[in-house]
């Protein structure tokens, strides 16, 4: 004969897995979260190449170079916010904004028009 509290144990088991959700759903929302950002930057890109291209397709113009480098250090910046000892990524970011000047440069030094319309474009003081 079986004994009452080992029935209620056993309801008790039976009601927990009934209410927790298969592993195959939580692993596809953990998927989701895992892929989501890498998504969103292909679009944010994806928009500047065709905002500041000269043509379809230019990836290879101060412009787009410029406005893509300014997209990854928003991006390091954020993340810095949050981690605020994480020094290789500082590093990491403190090339990036000293690309973003050469390229800046460059395009001031090319046309001063287009310079300053992007330096508009993209929000930066100068």
């Known amino acids: 004969m079986v004994k009452a509290k080992t029935v209620k144990k056993v309801k008790k088991v039976e009601k927990v897995l009934k209410s927790t ?15 989501a950002p890498k998504v969103v930057l292909e679009d944010d ?17 101060p ?3 410029a406005a893509l480098l300014s997209l990854k250090i928003d991006k390091l910046a954020e993340h810095l916010e949050i ?12 090339k990036v904004i000293a690309k973003r000047r050469r390229i800046l440069n ?4 090319l046309d001063e028009k287009r310079y300053k319309t992007l330096i508009k474009e993209i929000g930066l003081k100068k």
């Open 21 to 35: 959700k298969p592993a195959r759903e939580v692993k596809a929302k953990v998927e989701k979260v895992e892929v």
């Open 45 to 61: 890109k994806q928009k500047i190449i065709d905002k500041f291209g000269q043509k379809k397709g230019d990836t290879g113009s």
């Open 63 to 65: 412009e787009v170079q």
């Open 83 to 94: 981690n605020k000892k994480d020094n290789h990524s500082r590093r990491g970011l403190l």
């Open 106 to 109: 460059y395009l001031q030094k």
